[in-house]
């Protein structure tokens, strides 16, 4: 069932902010996710790792300014790509540096096998992924059919590279290459030749138009262990691509082997089926699309795939991004379902999109993360703005990476050139912070002086399981309605009345120990509001209609 969540509402007064603030923490709730949040400015060669108030806990230094991703691992160590510069040719470093601030493995992906860029994947055999650049001269571009006048096309691969410890580098165990799977129908006597439509398994050449040699764009890899599959967020083609790991390097430049019997071939395709002739622009669903990934089986849509679509508004000749998942098509043995055309679904499962849909847009980088809670984690990568949003789209914590090229921001001063490419939030019990410390330091940014409560718990009580909580009455309301708490076991200390445009319209600081209070809403004007009541470590949430 499509859902879209459109009444996502911020409490902006969670914390005590002051005026024209522009950097750090914005909101936190009891109803977030109870963590520490990992990110790497893109300007910047320092890690952060914050709490939920903002604070600094911990940072990572290195030589290399992010290329772009940053993982926490079970030991407390960062692994981290790296870049020595500000362009593509710049890419290629992995590093991992422990917890003191060590670099104790480096590996670079820069000549031999072409170099890496964007993302990398840890694999539970301590293996990584990479996404790796696959330069293709003139003539090869030519002999496999392609119409481009180009000197060359940048192709994609992606190397699994098993580390050295002891001596350094790493040595390549598996590899995949999008250019051992292609297709053509423009020159019967050259490579590759076939019904791009009766072959979606396969790649177009000539799908785009490759005015520049960055053909396929990858941008994102993840990896499902129980499946032994990767999924790849394709940009240029605004496609996910699934493929089968559990190939050899044979097999997987081949159509057969591994457990799906298909060797390379794509396993399944999903975003865009005009690049493989079973669809126009109208049928597209992804735009330049991030961080395509797996919901963990323990998590809320398990099996799922969400992804950050970062010009989904596109569809509709506006400028703004949404969350999706997407839930794909398997049959009872685990293949993906394919009828012919293109392939399902024919929409998203989930969407979240922000009240004002211009409010929420990043048309490069970005991720997303779903968390144990039902939460979902946002890094609106452009501006640097990480925020997460309940099951109902409300806003529970958002926060302003405060780094840039210069260095930190200063509160007040307006951000710019904070970007981050993403955020991942770690729980509290995670095996990375046994036996560290993990002591607040205070705020990244200067000028900071907000007060902020850290919380425990990360409950949300939803109005169906409210019915012997809270009272609103009368409701639909004309000017003034009751509130009455009962069988409430903690303290209520404020109550919000927010608009469906996210806007606080009223904020109430209840009194200690207070049962029933009465709240005037003859100001506001009919329609739909929510009252959210929020107490040490819960939050309940309820509608009510103004109707004068």
């Known amino acids: 069932?499509?859902?879209?969540?459109?009444?996502?509402?911020?409490l902006?007064?969670?914390?005590?902010?002051?005026?024209?603030?522009?950097?750090?923490?914005?909101?936190?709730?009891?109803?977030?996710?109870?963590?520490?949040?990992?990110?790497?400015?893109?300007r910047s060669d320092t890690t952060y790792l914050i709490d939920n108030c903002g604070e600094k806990v911990h940072q990572w230094s290195s030589n290399y300014k992010p290329g772009l991703s940053v993982y926490l691992m079970d030991d407390g160590s960062i692994l981290r790509s790296g870049r020595s510069g500000n362009t593509g040719s710049s890419f290629g470093i992995v590093e991992l540096i422990d917890w003191n601030n060590n670099v104790i493995w480096s590996y670079s992906a820069q000549t031999t096998h072409g170099r890496q860029h964007h993302d990398i994947e840890p694999l539970p055999n301590g293996n990584i992924l990479l996404i790796v650049r696959d330069e293709r001269s003139q003539a090869e571009v030519v002999q496999a059919g392609s119409l481009t006048s180009n000197a060359s096309i940048n192709s994609e691969q992606i190397l699994e590279i098993q580390p050295d410890y002891v001596n350094g580098g790493g040595t390549v165990v598996w590899e995949w290459k999008a250019w051992d799977h292609l297709i053509q129908d423009a020159d019967s006597g050259k490579d590759n030749y076939g019904n791009v439509s009766q072959h979606p398994e396969h790649i177009d050449i000539n799908y785009l138009s490759h005015t520049g040699t960055d053909w396929l764009h990858f941008n994102g890899v993840a990896y499902n262990a129980t499946l032994d599959q990767i999924v790849i967020s394709v940009r240029a083609f605004n496609e996910l691509w699934i493929v089968?790991?559990?190939?050899?390097?044979?097999?997987?430049?081949?159509?057969?082997?591994?457990?799906?019997?298909?060797?390379?071939?794509?396993?399944?395709?999903?975003?865009?089926?005009?690049?493989?002739?079973?669809?126009?622009?109208?049928?597209?669903?992804?735009?330049?699309?991030?961080?395509?990934?797996?919901?963990?089986?323990?998590?809320?849509?398990?099996?799922?795939?969400?992804?950050?679509?970062?010009?989904?508004?596109?569809?509709?000749?506006?400028?703004?991004?949404?969350?999706?998942?997407?839930?794909?098509?398997?049959d009872s043995v685990g293949n993906y379902t394919?009828?012919?055309?293109?392939?399902?679904?024919?929409?998203?499962?989930?969407?979240?999109?922000?009240?004002?849909?211009?409010?929420?847009?990043?048309?490069?980088?970005?991720?997303?993360?779903?968390?144990?809670?039902g939460n979902t984690l946002i890094?609106?990568?452009?501006?640097?703005?990480?925020?997460?949003?309940?099951?109902?789209?409300?806003?529970?914590?958002?926060?302003?990476?405060?780094?840039?090229?210069?260095?930190?921001?200063?509160?007040?001063?307006?951000?710019?050139?904070?970007?981050?490419f993403r955020c991942a939030r770690y729980p509290i019990n995670h095996p990375a912070f046994v036996?560290?410390?993990?002591?607040?330091?205070?705020?990244?940014?200067?000028?900071?002086?907000?007060?902020c409560n850290l919380y425990n718990s990360t409950a949300t009580i939803e109005e169906s399981q409210m019915e012997n909580a809270l009272y609103l009455y009368p409701n639909p309301v004309a000017d003034q309605f009751t509130l009455e708490l009962q069988n409430?076991?903690?303290e209520v200390s404020v109550l919000d009345i927010v608009n469906i445009n996210g806007q606080v319209v009223l904020q109430k600081i209840v009194p200690p120990q207070t049962q029933k209070c009465?709240?005037?809403?003859?100001?506001?004007?009919?329609?739909?509001?929510?009252?959210?009541v929020s107490g040490q470590n819960k939050i309940w949430t309820k509608k009510i209609i103004v109707q004068q």
Not at 296 to 317: C, M, P, Q, R, S
């Open 435 to 451: 036996g560290k410390s993990l002591t607040p330091q205070g705020y990244i940014e200067p000028g900071s002086t907000f007060s």
């Open 244 to 330: 089968d790991h559990s190939t050899t390097t044979l097999e997987a430049a081949s159509s057969s082997g591994g457990n799906s019997g298909k060797g390379g071939d794509l396993l399944y395709r999903w975003g865009n089926p005009a690049s493989y002739q079973q669809g126009t622009a109208g049928d597209q669903t992804l735009f330049f699309q991030h961080h395509a990934q797996w919901i963990a089986d323990t998590l809320h849509e398990a099996g799922k795939i969400i992804v950050f679509n970062n010009d989904a508004g596109t569809a509709v000749g506006q400028s703004y991004s949404e969350i999706n998942t997407i839930n794909l098509p398997v």
């Open 379 to 420: 890094c609106e990568g452009v501006g640097g703005r990480f925020f997460e949003v309940d099951t109902l789209g409300v806003m529970v914590w958002e926060y302003v990476n405060p780094v840039n090229n210069t260095g930190l921001i200063h509160q007040n001063t307006i951000a710019t050139s904070n970007n981050v």
């Open 1 to 10: 069932m499509k859902v879209i969540l459109i009444y996502s509402f911020l």
């Open 518 to 532: 009465a709240v005037s809403v003859a100001f506001l004007q009919n329609g739909m509001y929510f009252v959210r």
């Open 338 to 373: 394919y009828l012919g055309g293109a392939y399902g679904p024919t929409t998203y499962d989930w969407t979240y999109q922000a009240p004002n849909p211009a409010d929420f847009y990043s048309n490069i980088i970005s991720g997303v993360q779903r968390l144990p809670n």
């Open 12 to 42: 902006l007064f969670a914390i005590s902010v002051q005026a024209q603030q522009t950097v750090g923490l914005f909101n936190n709730t009891p109803a977030a996710f109870d963590g520490y949040t990992l990110f790497t400015p893109i």
């Open 488 to 490: 409430v076991n903690e």
